[in-house]
């Protein structure tokens, strides 16, 4: 399996922006769909963007549409989660989450995807 770390996480402003960083070791980054999922206290794990292995396709829920941008450097194994704007309601531990086999237009729940980090905790103060 590979190996995800998230950073980039913090605590900021409602307005604010963050950058996530996601990287993985282990096996060819490129033949993984990558995701971005979050998880508030007491909260299921929601998805919040997806890639496709190429980067040239993209998905968002409603929440985070014209806010967010996922992205992805496959020279660098590197995903990101762009996220302007920010709101109090965004505030949850975000997942990076990858996945070997699938088509990425159909994986938007966690059980869609086969490994994940370990998580990094965004909160945005009112």
């Known amino acids: 399996q590979v190996q995800l770390v998230e950073s980039g996480g913090g605590l900021v402003q409602a307005g604010d922006s963050l950058r996530l960083s996601c990287t993985a070791s282990?096996?060819?980054?490129?033949?993984?769909?990558m995701g971005w999922f979050r998880q508030a206290p007491g909260k299921e794990r929601d998805f919040v963007a997806a890639?496709?292995?190429?980067?040239?396709?993209?998905y968002y829920a409603d929440s985070v549409k014209g806010r967010f941008t996922i992205s992805r450097d496959n020279t660098k194994g590197t995903l990101y989660l762009q996220m302007n704007s920010l709101k109090p309601e965004d505030t949850a531990v975000y997942y990076c989450?990858?996945?070997?086999?699938?088509?990425?237009?159909?994986?938007?729940?966690?059980?869609?995807?086969?490994?994940w980090g370990q998580g990094t905790q965004v909160t945005v103060s009112s």
């Open positions: 989450s990858a996945e070997r086999f699938g088509i990425s237009a159909t994986m938007k729940t966690p059980a869609d995807f086969g490994s």
């Open positions: 282990g096996r060819t980054f490129s033949n993984y769909v």
């Open positions: 890639i496709n292995r190429s980067g040239g396709i993209t």
